[in-house]
């Protein structure tokens, strides 16, 4: 009896733990960078610091880029991050890479901040989209599942500020989500059977961007 109560003390003082483990709080992009623990694929990475608060910079280059992150494999949860674009046309692809193998096959989920307030209907259909690198790129994807795998976001935010994608992944269903919004704004089947993988930062060809902060909820 004295063994069982211990065992299960013991257990009820480590589910604090476990419960943080596989939920992380916020985390600053800026502050992983000056501590070195970022990857960058095709791209050179800096940390900026503006009004007493530091953001992770990603410079412009030809070919998508990644910025592999320092936390477990994902399988099932959501990815919470803050970030900004330029509404510049064709220079502004910003996301979120998961499930990735490597450094040419991976999920994204990412936005075209350009698209976000276009007056061209067409356009504001390409605002967020979802990939599965190398098979389906977007090109492939838009030639022949059109508004599939892109949609328009809804009460876009400011094409130029900060704003909040949060990705959901519940096995073979993504779920994107922008700002505080409890209506997604994409809503997708994934395209591969990938079921864990990398989680990262994601630019597009010839786009940079800014990047705050993540928090990653795991779930299995």
């Known amino acids: 009896m004295k063994l069982k109560f211990i065992s299960a003390l013991i257990i009820f003082l ?8 596989q939920n992380k709080k916020r985390v600053e992009l800026g502050t992983l960078h000056s501590k070195n623990r970022l990857q960058a ?12 608060s530091a953001f992770l910079h990603v410079a412009e280059s030809k070919g998508e880029g990644i910025v592999w992150l320092p936390f477990k ?16 046309l064709q ?3 910003i996301g979120i890479v998961f499930h990735g193998l490597n450094d040419s096959t991976y999920d994204a989920v990412y936005c075209r901040p350009f698209n976000f307030l276009a007056k061209d209907s067409v356009r504001r259909i390409h605002a967020i989209q979802y990939i599965s690198h190398p098979v389906f790129t977007w090109k492939k994807l838009r030639e022949e599942r059109n508004a599939v795998f892109e949609k328009e976001i809804l009460n876009p935010p400011d094409p130029n500020g900060w ?5 959901a992944i519940d096995n073979m269903i993504i779920k994107a989500f922008i700002n ?3 209506t997604p704004s994409l809503v997708v089947e994934k395209l591969n059977h990938r079921i864990t993988g990398r989680v990262g930062v994601f630019v597009g060809d010839g786009s940079g961007g ?5 928090k990653i909820k795991y779930r299995n």
């Open 210 to 214: 800014d990047f705050k902060s993540i």
């Open 73 to 88: 494999n994902l399988k099932n949860g959501s990815i919470e991050i803050v970030m900004r674009g330029q509404d510049v």
């Open 180 to 182: 505080n919004s409890e």
């Open 41 to 52: 694929v095709n791209r050179i990475i800096s940390t900026i610091t503006q009004r007493d």
């Open 163 to 167: 704003f909040t994608m949060r990705i």
């Open 91 to 93: 220079r502004s692809f």
């Open 14 to 21: 480590l589910l604090p733990c476990l419960f943080f483990a």
